[in-house]
């Protein structure tokens, strides 16, 4: 981008209303990017910006991959869209064949989406439909979990566990619960990988159907690793503790892998790095890169069954979108296994994953840091919030490491990194190593 150009847009910021962000203050000092290639974005002042996010944990291959972009342009003019409902495409049944190829046995079928928001409440209605063409139509709680985010639609916010994503809303849907969030810094803290303790709060379950009968319960929701919240690790035993209570109560589970899949911990999906096999997992994100949207639900065959032999009124799920499955989405997911598949993505984390715990867990005993904690290319560092001030540590710091070159993401207190996997230790050393002198220098 010109420099005229980049005055241009500077001057132009007032229209548009910007998500999650507090625009008064980014608008009086604009942080824009006009270009992305591999790991590095460049801004409209010419800088570059290494991307320790993965963009928002979504740009799992790096940028500006050629085969997508020449699969989306192709696409693009050879079958732009196709009618969603009553009407196929052959891309979106490749896709669907190819993604279950990946996923845990026994999940073998797919519903597109255009978003994780989407997927999380296209889930929570497959889950409470599920338990109706089954015949126990009584199933229609859900559960989620102190501090889940599950997106932004009323499903996600309502399952979700983050106050401020949840309290300008009023009701939201009824007959939700939560359990509590497994964050224990007093006994966890710097753990490498899964925290030791906590595996009993998955017991939670145990007590919330004691309250409700488990024959109103339809589902529960967990992100394998809670990844907006602060990078929230399970501690050992306690996603299989979930896994045996639903199952002795008949209750789906449902893993958001919004974050979690497409190789970020150094396996495909976060079920297969845990062992613990959910009903339900909820994609988006990796699926096709980041980079045109798309989300994708994944359920166990008895699921989809459920539906093909429901009674007759009731073999149509009644839900869907108009991009559901979207050709150009498809064409972009395509070449994204292609990238993954080819360049061994999907498990490169697994061999990043000790040099980039070490490089994390080196930042110890900097000054305010509470806690590290990592698992495959996700990580965390917790600091001491400012008393009266909380936030404003950690938002320091991210804006301190976007002037000094890397991209991290700030939520609360706690800096969370998720590089794209095709980074090299090198930049694993760039990243901490600016994230060290970052974090020295906060008051
Ligand atoms: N679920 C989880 C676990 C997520 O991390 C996110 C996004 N960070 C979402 C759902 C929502 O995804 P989207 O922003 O694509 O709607």
Known sequence: MSADAAVRVTNNLEAFWMPFSANRQFKQKPRMLVAAEGTRYRTADGREVLDGTSGLWCVNAGHGRRQIADAVHRQLTELDYAPAFQMGHPKAFELAARLITLTPPGIDHVFFTNSGSESVDTALKIALAYHRVRGEGSRFRLIGRERGYHGVNFGGISVGGIVTNRKMFGTLLTGVDHIRHTHDIERNAFTRGQPAYGAELADDLERLVALHDASTIAAVIVEPVAGSTGVLLPPKGYLERLRAICDRHGILLIFDEVITGFGRLGTPFGADYFG???????????????????????????????????????????????????????????????????EGLLTRGAELESYFADALHDLRGLPHVIDIRNCGMVGAVELEPIPGAPTKRAFTAFIEAFERGIMIRTTGDIIAISPPLIFEKSEIDELVGTLRDVIGKLD
């Open 276 to 342: 613990v096999t959910p009903d339900i997992m909820t994609t988006a994100k990796g699926v096709t890169n980041g980079v045109v949207p798309m989300g994708a639900v994944f359920v166990k065959n008895e699921i989809y069954e459920a539906f093909m032999n429901g009674p007759e009124h009731l073999i149509e799920f009644f839900h869907g979108y108009t991009y559901s499955g979207n050709p150009v989405s498809c064409a972009a997911g395509l070449a994204t296994l292609d990238i993954y598949q080819e």
